[in-house]
């Protein structure tokens, strides 16, 4: 339906509430459109008992958790990706994506993937990220992310172990690994010749190389070459937690998201721009050739 204001005189428009307290209970409003917000506070009063709101909001920075259970518009306005553009990447992944089969053995078949790595950093719980996207098949094709996962509470054995089994399912010719911290043992495990993971690698965060990642994805973003499946508003709330701001000496900008500054709650973004970071910055390079093997 269009816009009910649209072309009317200042005293002739319709003024709607869309307050959580005017939509809790749906209301069929004067623009004769039928609203309801329905926070994960009013599922629970309302019976719904299968998730932990405690964990929920232990895991979710407030502004994170306000957007993703609270029904509370994003403020992107100092965020490095606008909330607007990244929703527009969005698509129905299960009609559009016919060579995709999530259930399957082989969800992409023998065709190469790329994935990304952002380790959980045990020292204050943050939560890790692992990414895994179909790379374009043409110069300047669109990068499709096929799976997240966030973990939280491992070692780092036990995050490689976790990483070895969901990409034994893929024909994996990059994995880029943030080895800083946890991340080192992370990377020592996978990269061993015997785990046969194609193409890790480290890459160890400063200052210029946070810069070349934020600004790749945001080149990646802008010209919408990036898909997802729409129902992983979670990709959506990590890329808007980046936010700018001042290194401590007060001579550089850098980004940090997550609680008290920490790069922690940006963990799937972070894996992502891990992936990507693997094209040229120009996105030119050569395509990906596959073999496809025949027994």
């Excluded at 269009?2 to 319709?14: C, L, S, T, V």
Aim: charged letters at 25%; a negative charge.
């Amino acid at each position: 339906m269009g816009e009910p204001n649209r072309r009317k005189a200042k005293a002739d428009r319709i003024e709607i509430d869309v307050s959580h307290a005017a939509l809790k209970d749906g209301r069929l409003c004067e623009d004769s459109v039928w609203r309801q917000i329905v926070t994960v506070h009013d599922a629970i009063a309302k019976g719904f008992d299968l998730v932990d709101l405690d964990e929920l909001q232990d895991e979710y920075a407030e502004d994170e958790f306000a957007n993703l259970f609270g029904c509370v518009f994003v403020d992107d306005s100092l965020s490095a990706f606008k909330f607007n553009d990244l929703i527009r990447l969005g698509c129905d992944s299960l009609v559009e994506w016919t060579d995709f089969e999530p259930e399957a053995a082989r969800p992409y078949g023998n065709r190469p993937v790329w994935a990304g790595y952002d380790p959980q950093n045990s020292e204050n719980g943050d939560n890790a990220g692992l990414v895994i996207m179909a790379p374009p098949t043409t110069p300047g094709g669109t990068f499709r992310i096929l799976e997240r996962h966030q973990l939280r509470g491992l070692d780092f054995e036990q995050q490689a172990e976790f990483i070895k089994a969901v990409l034994s399912r893929y024909n994996v010719t990059y994995l880029g690994i943030d080895a800083t911290g946890v991340g080192a043992g992370v990377y020592q495990l996978l990269a061993k010749p015997d785990v046969k993971i194609g193409g890790v690698t480290k890459i160890e965060y400063s200052l210029e190389v946070k810069q070349g990642l934020v600004m790749k994805a945001q080149n990646v973003v802008r010209r919408g070459r990036l898909a997802f499946d729409s129902a992983y508003m979670d990709i959506v709330s990590s890329f808007v937690s980046i936010k700018r701001t001042i290194t401590d000496s007060g001579r550089n900008i850098t980004f940090k998201a997550g609680r008290g500054g920490d790069d922690g709650h940006a963990d799937i973004a972070w894996a992502a721009m891990h992936v990507l970071s693997n094209e040229p910055l120009d996105g030119k390079e050569k395509p990906v050739s596959t073999l496809e093997i025949i027994e």
